[in-house]
């Protein structure tokens, strides 16, 4: 006899988390069971590249919530343990060591891993990533000031080790390929200010390297080596340079994937009764007008609440203004929208002040912001962004003397 | 083991049993509260945990930091007596303290 049927959630991250308890807290009366490969509870991640690696927060702050809340919701959680397979056609999953368990539903929350370096002597066991608890705990172990950290890559992740690094009195290096930091995700503008004030900090940044070995030195130590002949040594390193979504059990069932598992609105995958949430799901986003995969915990715990109203015979259409934030030092980076497509940028406030909003527009309109040190305006502009991001020209939107409430949004 | 009182919007009465040195958020997320989203975890980022705290019990909390007023002023629907309770840390003498979650946290 198969066991346990119901929902069963594959991962046990944010989104896996916040679908158990929607499911309930919506009158969900059938068994959920939440299988993870990690051991423990369902954790946050964006303390790992902060708060948790300085210590001032320990492992057991970042559970979202304790065992007794699962039981007593009666969640069934199944941690370390792997699933093998998913048998779309008679709706079962085999889990590794061979038991199966049959579902009503599937949802595939399965996340992603870190990305690594291909290069020669990057499998070295100093060469670390930084996804989840067992790499914060490996990454700690090198926290001691004065040690060389060199981090590759210049993203949320990378810059966000820089500063705690810094501040823990490392030495810190950045290489990253692009030609700024957070090349991807922010304008020039922006990215030359958290350049300088990563450098301000004592943190070394080098742009438009591209990398060829890593080599142990005979003191120990890791070499580092660059097109054009520059080099690096270091103690430990550390690799941020993405996030691959984990397709593979999707694939293998047949699921359509192409950079995520692919989902509509409601989580639906390619397969029926199969769903897909968070970092590996692959959505279409009204707001960019393209399909996208986000990593973020806004998307992961919005997407769980509309796969739960589904199974729960509701219609809660996903449908977000993307949002992020990054701490790093003193500043609270606070981003809304999406900015690609943009043609110009108006600035409120002053870089020098490290109290600013960044608007991003397009024919006008405000897409997306970046809001440093400026939360109660960032909120007010999120609102803006979903109601589509008209009413103010640029010499308003530069005028701190202009309020920007708004009438609220209607995002159904 | 303070007993923290959390009244969803539509009227509904949570009685929490809250941890002193734990967030008046945590304690709720813990009995799971519908309503209270807490989406950045407590990083005082997303104010989706924002509460009206019982005008009685206004004055016994410390005032809210530079980070919260903030923030506050950003939410839809702020009062006089709006809270972040991933803010508020519980304390011992907190029995009885009293929130209710606004219309924009339904």
């Known amino acids: 006899m198969l066991g346990p049927g119901g929902v069963v959630i594959v991962g046990a991250g944010q989104a896996a988390a916040e679908l158990a308890v929607s499911l309930r807290q919506q009158g969900y009366r059938e068994p959920i069971t939440l299988i993870g490969d990690e051991p423990s509870l369902p954790y946050q991640r964006p303390p790992l590249s902060k708060g948790l690696l300085t210590g001032a927060l320990d492992a057991e702050a970042l559970l979202i919530r304790g065992q007794a809340a699962y039981d007593k919701a009666a969640i069934m959680l199944r941690l370390g343990t792997r699933v093998h397979a998913i048998d779309a056609q008679q709706r079962s999953l085999l889990l590794d060591g061979g038991e199966r368990l049959a579902y009503d539903a599937l949802v595939l929350a399965t996340g992603g891993r870190a990305r690594r370096l291909t290069l020669p002597g990057a499998e070295h066991p100093r060469v670390l990533t930084l996804r989840n608890l067992a790499d914060v705990q490996r990454l700690r172990e090198h926290f001691v000031p004065g040690r060389r950290l060199l981090i590759i890559g210049a993203g949320y992740v990378g810059l966000e080790v820089a500063a705690v690094a810094a501040q823990a009195g490392l030495q810190v290096q950045v290489l990253e390929s692009a030609e700024r930091v957070l090349a991807r995700v922010v304008s020039a503008q922006l990215s030359a200010y958290y350049q300088q004030v990563h450098r301000r900090a004592g943190v070394v940044i080098s742009t438009g390297v591209t990398l060829h070995a890593i080599d142990e030195q005979p003191d120990g130590s890791l070499g580092v080596s660059a097109a054009g002949g520059a080099t690096w040594t270091a103690d430990v390193i550390l690799t941020g340079i993405g996030l691959i979504p984990n397709v593979e059990l999707a694939e293998a069932a047949g699921i359509a994937v192409d950079n995520g598992i692919l989902i509509d609105e409601f989580g639906r995958t390619s397969a029926p009764a199969i769903f897909a949430i968070g970092d590996c799901a692959n959505h279409f986003n009204v707001f960019a007008g393209r399909r996208l995969r986000l990593e973020s915990v806004q998307n992961a715990t919005e997407q769980a609440r509309a796969v739960a109203a589904w199974l729960c015979g509701k219609r809660l259409p996903h449908r977000i203004v993307p949002w992020f934030w990054s701490d790093q030092y003193h500043l609270k980076l606070q981003m809304a929208g999406l900015s690609e497509g943009f043609d110009d940028v108006v600035l409120r406030g002053t870089l020098a002040g490290d109290s600013f909003l960044m608007f991003y527009r397009r024919d006008g309109r405000v897409i997306a912001v970046d809001a440093v040190n400026r939360p109660a305006q960032f909120m007010q502009v999120k609102r803006l962004i979903a109601s589509g991001g008209e009413g103010f020209s640029a010499q308003q939107l530069a005028d701190d003397e202009v309020s920007l409430k708004v009438a609220p949004a209607i995002v159904s | ?106």
């Open chain 2, 1 to 106: 083991m303070p007993t923290i009182i959390m009244i969803e919007h539509n009227g509904t009465r949570h009685d929490v049993q809250a941890k002193a040195g734990e967030s008046v958020m945590q304690a709720v997320i813990e009995q799971m509260v519908p309503g209270l989203l807490a989406d950045c975890g407590g990083a005082c980022s997303c104010a989706t945990c924002h509460a009206y705290v019982a005008p009685a019990w206004q004055a016994a909390l410390p005032v809210p930091s530079e980070d919260e007023a903030m923030m506050l002023d950003g939410v839809l629907e702020q009062r006089a007596n709006s809270r972040l309770t991933c803010q508020v840390i519980v304390t011992e003498s907190m029995e009885g303290l009293q929130f209710q979650l606004p219309a924009s946290q339904c």
